[in-house]
């Protein structure tokens, strides 16, 4: 499938952007994200190893933020859903019942009060409602979390179609230093996650692409101005279900344009610099960053 690069996150990596100059923009035509939060982004010790990090999240809370691309992102969502169902919507047999509770959970908490849709289509309707794409895993026979049901739109280099049915292991294969450093902490996450203590994880790399749908590694370019490359977080949340017994994982999707990012404040810009120099080799190779390792601590020491 081709590479189409461009400076629209709301448009697929293999999309040419139809340019609207009535959209929020900075002159381009194109639209700009938010700004990624601070807290979202990653501190020191993530230059050491991977890490789980989760942390408690409001009981209340099923979703991220409200903020400004809220619209342009459920506009992507729907024109996927439409346009490229197979790829972004699955549901395996049996799945049907713990997508209608995560759909009757996140709608509520958005205000939305649920419709009558049910099994798959429930959870369509819930993820046209937020920004956050929406997985579900279920145990299998042994206990261990499989993936049953997603609604994914901004897949960071990986696609539905492969990893569904899949364990966390075998989702997360080709991420470097998994089995070392993150397959026995998750698994210990997703044993002992209970319902009354939802939890929130942040995982973040950078890409020379703008999309949030972006399945595939985009080939590498460099010469590329470093300022045009894209710094992305993922803000994550785990969430048993009660009825069910199923657990929601929800990812919100982060991009921030390297130009508008080094204008943050100084000790942030420095400090994601030195983790940029200090992370393993084969860590850089998996967060597209190895190829610009050197120009990229260079355009962040700069600041």
Known sequence: MSIVFHNDPFTPFDRQPIISHDSPSSGSGFRRSVAIPHS?????????RLRVAARPLGLDQWVSELDDDLLPTIEMKRALINERRDEVVACLPGAEEACEEVARGVMRSVGVVPT??????????????????????????DGMPRLVAAVLCAPNRWRL?????????????????????????????????????????????ISNHASLFQPDIPPITPDIDIAEMWFRTEWQTLRRLPETGAILFTIRTYVEKLSDFVTRDYELVHGIGDIINKIPENVAQYKSIAPYRERLFEYFSAR
């Open 40 to 48: 979202y982004l990653p501190v020191p010790a993530d230059a050491a």
């Open 116 to 141: 009558d849709a049910s099994g798959v289509d429930a959870l369509v309707e819930a993820a046209l409602c937020v920004a956050d794409d929406l997985c579900i895993l279920i145990p299998d026979a």
């Open 161 to 205: 179609a492969e990893k569904l049915g899949g364990t966390m292991a075998s989702i997360h294969v080709p991420v470097a230093r998994y089995d070392k450093d993150l397959d026995s902490p998750v698994n210990a996450v997703l044993t002992r996650l209970n319902v009354e203590k939802p939890m929130w994880r942040t995982n973040w790399g």
